[in-house]
């Protein structure tokens, strides 16, 4: 199993704004191989991080060369620059335990 995250600071009362262009987004994840969960997190001080589970590493880097991940990203360039307050930070993990209840 591999975890990608993306983590952005966002711009003090620039939350709301963030999270409907979210929620507005089209993913095209459900047409990916090896795509398992998404979630959209929110922390406290502007912290938002998109979270992707996947089968594998493979499954992920098949999906960032993919027209799904072309066409999902291709509404972000519609994302003011300045609702971010710091650059994103993307973290890759490869599982090394997993506990299902």
């Known amino acids: 199993m591999y975890i990608a995250m993306n983590r952005s600071q966002i711009a003090e009362g620039r939350g709301d704004e963030f999270e409907e262009i979210w929620r507005a987004r089209d993913s095209y994840l459900d047409e990916v191989e090896g ?29 960032v060369g993919s027209e799904s ?18 650059p994103a930070k993307l973290g890759m993990y490869d599982v090394l335990l997993e506990k299902i209840k």
Not at 69 to 85: G, L, N, V, W
């Open 69 to 86: 991940f072309y066409k999902s990203h291709a509404r972000s360039s519609f994302t003011p620059p300045d609702i971010f307050s710091a």
């Open 35 to 63: 795509f398992r969960e998404f979630y959209f997190l929110r922390g406290g001080g502007g912290d938002y991080i998109s979270h992707t589970i996947w089968e594998s590493k493979e499954a992920f880097d098949a999906w």
